[in-house]
C-alpha cells in the first residue's frame, strides 16, 4: 500500500467545517481502494496567531515542506484586523506559496448541469462552462518590493506597493498554460495592462514569444485585463485557458465564481515545479473562497469548493485519475440529485448543512469505489 502524507491546515472561520468533510473522503479512499492517506493537522491564519504567535510557525513550514500535499481551508476574519500586518492570518498563506514556490495557481471555473440557474447569470451563457484560470502566484504586487507606508513628515503619508516581474517567472507560467491548454482545447488567452504598466508590456512581449518559440501550433489571444473580466462576464464560454499575473487573476477567479452559481464552488490547486529527479511537486489544494466569517460557525458553508479541491490533489499530486473522476462524479450526481447547501439553494432542491453535504458526497464515492 501506497503511503501518501497529507498535511491538513483547516485555518479560520469556515476553514475547518469544510476541512471536515474532506477528512471523510480520505477516510472513504483508504478504506475502499487503500489509498494509504495518512494525514497530520497543524494551525494556520488567525488560529495559528492566537496560539503560537504567528500565523505560521516554522514547524508548520516544516511540515509543509515534507509531505506530499497540503490541504488548505482559509484564514482570516474581522477578529484579527488589528493585528500587525506582518502578522495577520493572510501573510500565513502567502509564506507557504512562496516558501514553497507555488507559482501556478489553476482555478478551473466549472459550470455543472445541474447549477445552470444558480448563476446570476442567464442558462444559455453558462451551460456548458469549462474554463480554467491560470494566475501567477509568487509574483507580482504581492511581494514585489517597496512595499510600504512613509511618513512624510508632512501630515502626508505614502503607500507603496511595487509590481515586478522578471522573465523566468513570466516564461514558467506561460509554459504552464500552454501545457494545460494541449490538454484540453488549445488556446490561451493572456491578460494584463500594456496600456498603463511596464511590466504588463514585457508579460505580453515574454508570452508572445515563449508561444512563437515553444507552442506556435496553439491559439495564443491577448486581451487588456479590464476588458478580459468584462467579456468573462458577457460571453465566457469563448475562453479556454486565460493566463494571468498574481492580483488580476485573484480578481478574475473571484468573478468566475459567480459563473459557477458561488463561490463557494470554486476549488484551486496550488503547484510548484517537478523535482528535477524525482518528478514530485510541491502543492497546495484551497479553494478560492475564504473563511467566510459572516456564516463561520453556522453549518451553512458550502464544503464543494474545498472537496473539488481535493480532487485536484488527487489528480496533480497523486495520479489518482479514477479516482479523481469518481469525486467530481459523486459531486456532480450530488447536485443532480437536488442536494443543495443553502448558498446553490434552487426552488424544489433540498436543503442540506455542510455536513449533509459533506456526507452526500462520501456515500456517492464509497458507492462508485467499493
Ligand atoms: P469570502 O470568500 O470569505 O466570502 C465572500 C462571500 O461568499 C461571503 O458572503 C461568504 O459567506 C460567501 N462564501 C464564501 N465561501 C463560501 C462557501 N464555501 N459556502 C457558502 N458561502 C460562501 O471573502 P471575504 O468575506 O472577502 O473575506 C473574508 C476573510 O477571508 C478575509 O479575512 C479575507 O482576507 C479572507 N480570505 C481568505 C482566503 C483564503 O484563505 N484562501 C481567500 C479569500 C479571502
Ligand atoms: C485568494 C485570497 C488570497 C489572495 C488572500 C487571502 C491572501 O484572496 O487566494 O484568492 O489574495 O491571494
Ligand atoms: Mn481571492
Given at each position: 500500500m501506497a503511503s501518501r502524507k497529507l498535511l491538513l491546515l483547516p485555518g479560520d472561520g469556515i476553514g475547518p467545517e469544510t476541512m471536515a468533510e474532506v477528512e471523510k473522503l480520505v477516510t472513504v479512499l483508504n478504506e475502499t481502494v487503500s489509498a494509504g492517506f495518512t494525514t497530520e493537522k497543524a494551525l494556520v491564519g488567525g488560529s495559528a496567531y492566537d496560539a503560537e504567535g504567528a500565523p505560521i510557525s516554522d514547524a508548520t513550514m516544516d511540515l509543509a515542506m515534507a509531505c506530499d500535499a497540503v490541504l488548505f481551508g482559509a484564514v482570516g476574519g474581522p477578529k484579527w484586523d488589528g493585528v500587525d500586518y506582518d502578522k495577520r492570518p493572510e501573510a500565513g498563506l502567502l509564506r507557504l506559496r512562496k516558501d514553497m514556490e507555488l507559482f501556478a495557481n489553476l482555478r478551473p471555473a466549472i459550470c455543472y448541469p445541474a447549477l445552470a440557474d444558480a448563476s446570476s447569470l442567464k442558462r444559455e451563457i453558462i451551460e456548458g462552462l469549462d474554463i480554467l484560470i491560470l494566475r501567477e502566484l509568487t509574483g507580482g504586487v504581492y511581494f514585489g518590493e517597496p512595499k510600504e507606508i512613509i511618513d512624510l513628515g508632512n501630515g502626508q503619508k505614502r503607500a507603496i506597493d511595487t509590481q515586478v516581474y522578471e522573465t523566468y517567472e513570466i516564461e514558467r507560467i506561460t509554459r504552464a498554460a500552454f501545457e494545460l491548454a494541449r490538454t484540453r482545447r488549445g488556446k490561451v488567452t493572456s491578460m494584463e495592462k500594456r496600456n498603463v504598466m511596464k511590466s504588463g508590456l514585457y508579460w505580453n512581449e515574454v508570452v508572445t514569444r515563449v508561444h512563437r518559440e515553444e507552442f506556435a501550433d496553439l491559439t495564443l489571444e491577448h486581451e487588456l485585463a479590464d476588458a478580459g473580466g468584462m467579456k468573462l462576464v458577457k460571453n465566457p464560454k469563448q475562453f479556454d485557458v486565460i493566463l494571468t499575473d498574481n492580483l488580476f487573476g485573484d480578481m478574475l477567479s473571484d468573478i468566475a465564481a459567480m459563473l459557477t452559481g458561488?463561490?463557494?464552488?470554486l476549488p484551486s490547486a496550488s503547484l510548484g515545479a517537478p523535482d528535477q529527479t524525482t518528478g514530485m511537486r510541491r502543492a497546495l489544494y484551497e479553494p478560492v473562497h475564504g473563511s467566510a466569517p459572516d456564516i463561520a460557525g453556522k453549518g451553512l458553508a458550502n464544503p464543494l469548493a474545498m472537496i473539488a479541491s481535493f480532487a485536484m490533489g488527487l489528480r496533480y499530486s497523486f495520479e489518482m485519475i479514477t479516482e479523481a473522476d469518481a469525486l467530481e462524479a459523486a459531486i456532480a450526481e450530488t447536485l443532480d440529485a437536488g442536494i443543495r447547501t443553502g448558498d446553490i439553494m434552487a426552488p424544489g432542491a433540498s436543503q442540506v448543512n455542510t455536513s449533509g453535504m459533506g456526507d452526500a458526497v462520501a456515500e456517492r464515492l464509497r458507492a462508485k469505489l467499493s
Open positions: 458561488s463561490l463557494g464552488m
